[in-house]
């Protein structure tokens, strides 16, 4: 069950949207372990979505459904606050270590960005009756938590291989082979 789960996760956070456009952004401007706390916060978001879906919480689940235009419209402003703050920031002129409050902003950022779709937990409930995995999940707690731990390990595994390959990427623009071979230095 924790392959499976691994599986789904990695699956469901593999895609790139908009969360995967801002841990790119986050780790190009700010780090690596920001850009990694930036995706941190979406898979615990999808753990917690993997939780509703995996023990069955038809309450929970319907509350969320009813509840979505509600979520969206909190989700799409938030998204639109966080364009305006791109668009309006000034580029850095100098690579920088994040401070300890914006790593903790980066995961909740990410977190409450995450829970705001409410399209997540209908994308669990279809992958996990794919599997065929509804009803197993929902009478065994173990098999659940193995689950729901397997959907954080996937998800938690795509977020760091994306920023850890942008933060490869952005640490060797400044690599001395790189600038010597087109003649300027990356700032």
Sequence with gaps: MFLKGVTIGFSIAAPVGPIG?????????????????????????DAAYGCVAGFGLTAFSSFL????????????????YLAWRIINSKPPTQSFE??????????GSTFLLTLSNPLT?????????????GGRAQTDYATAWGLVGGVFTGSALWWLLLSGGVGLVRNGLDHPCFVASIGFRAE
């Design 21 to 45: 456009l801002l841990c790119i952004r986050r780790s190009l401007s700010d780090g690596t372990l920001a850009g990694l706390l930036t995706g941190l916060g979406a898979a615990t978001a």
């Design 65 to 80: 459904v009813n509840q979505r235009f509600w979520m969206s419209l909190f989700g799409g402003l938030f998204l639109c």
């Design 98 to 107: 994040p401070r300890r409050a914006g790593l903790l902003a980066a995961f």
């Design 121 to 133: 937990i209908l994308s669990f409930a279809a992958v996990f009756a794919g599997f065929g995995l």
